[in-house]
């Protein structure tokens, strides 16, 4: 039975994943701030047969990331998906608006925390037999596409968890892992908002698409959920 660590598991794109990747009959970890609050991802752990267990992991504390590793060790990680994140106070406001102190939290989160995961779990994806480190980011940390500006601290987060996941690529290949950032699109979440354009069936049926069939040559990519492929 293959196996994901996914974080950020309790709503949203994360508890998507985890549905689908447990209706596929994966194994599946999956990791959020207080367990005991997600009552659909309680549900979800308890009609699957127990493929689906819950862990505790805040990924702005790095101790916790360690924490949870050790508790994991010996356990094979096929597929680590870094969703866990954060919008710095939503979308709106310019210059003269930027929460300074939400941003530094805003990239522990989206950022620093992606290279203190590849760290800590490295072991486990050594163990596992597919070995893909997947960072969910978006097409508003592509330099490239950003031609209207604003969005201060999401776009630099996720710019700056890019450029860790291209790194990240390129360090450990000699380890045989592969590491890929992906667009999810626009999708309905708390994040999203109502309004976006795809709901999140759509967005993590094309991801795991991709996920599927990511092979070494790709590592170091930025694919879109529905495999086109991203400018930095």
Same mark, same amino acid.
């Given at each position: 039975?293959?196996?994901?660590?996914?974080?950020?598991?309790? /709503?949203?794109?994360?508890?998507?994943?985890?549905?689908?990747? *447990?209706?596929?009959?994966?194994?599946?970890?999956?990791?959020?701030?207080?367990?005991?609050?997600?009552?659909?991802?309680?549900?979800?752990?308890?009609?699957?047969?127990?493929?689906?267990?819950?862990?505790?992991?805040?990924?702005?504390?790095?101790?916790?990331?360690?924490?949870?590793?050790? !508790?994991?060790?010996?356990?094979?990680?096929?597929?680590?998906?870094?969703?866990?994140?954060? !919008?710095?106070?939503?979308?709106?406001?310019?210059?003269?608006?930027?929460?300074?102190?939400?941003?530094?939290?805003? +990239?522990?989160?989206?950022?620093?925390?992606?290279?203190?995961?590849?760290?800590?779990?490295?072991?486990?994806?050594?163990?596992?037999?597919?070995?893909? +480190?997947?960072?969910?980011?978006?097409?508003?940390?592509?330099?490239?596409?950003?031609?209207?500006?604003?969005?201060?601290?999401? /776009?630099?987060?996720?710019? *700056?968890?890019?450029?860790?996941?291209? !790194?990240?690529?390129?360090?450990?290949?000699?380890?045989?892992?592969?590491?890929?950032?992906?667009?999810?699109?626009?999708?309905?979440?708390?994040?999203?908002?109502?309004?976006?354009?795809?709901?999140?069936?759509?967005?993590?049926?094309?991801?795991?698409?991709?996920?599927?069939? +990511?092979?070494?040559?790709?590592?170091?990519?930025?694919?879109?959920?529905?495999?086109?492929?991203?400018?930095?």
């Amino acid at each position: 039975m293959p196996s994901v660590l996914i974080t950020g598991s309790s /709503r949203g794109l994360g508890f998507e994943f985890a549905k689908q990747y *447990a209706a596929a009959g994966w194994r599946v970890l999956a990791t959020c701030r207080s367990p005991e609050k997600a009552e659909a991802l309680q549900a979800l752990a308890g009609g699957v047969g127990h493929q689906v267990s819950l862990h505790p992991l805040d990924v702005s504390d790095l101790h916790q990331i360690d924490s949870l590793a050790t !508790s994991l060790q010996g356990t094979p990680i096929d597929v680590l998906i870094n969703n866990a994140g954060l !919008s710095g106070g939503g979308f709106g406001g310019g210059l003269a608006e930027i929460d300074y102190a939400a941003w530094e939290q805003v +990239l522990r989160v989206n950022t620093i925390a992606i290279a203190k995961m590849a760290t800590a779990f490295l072991p486990h994806l050594e163990l596992g037999e597919q070995k893909k +480190l997947v960072t969910i980011s978006s097409q508003l940390g592509s330099i490239e596409r950003n031609t209207w500006g604003g969005l201060y601290i999401y /776009r630099s987060s996720k710019a *700056a968890a890019n450029a860790v996941t291209r !790194s990240l690529a390129m360090d450990l290949k000699d380890k045989h892992i592969i590491a890929v950032s992906l667009h999810p699109g626009w999708v309905k979440t708390d994040m999203g908002g109502p309004g976006a354009d795809i709901a999140p069936e759509v967005s993590i049926t094309g991801m795991r698409k991709v996920i599927d069939e +990511l092979t070494p040559t790709k590592s170091g990519s930025f694919i879109g959920y529905d495999g086109e492929a991203i400018e930095w």
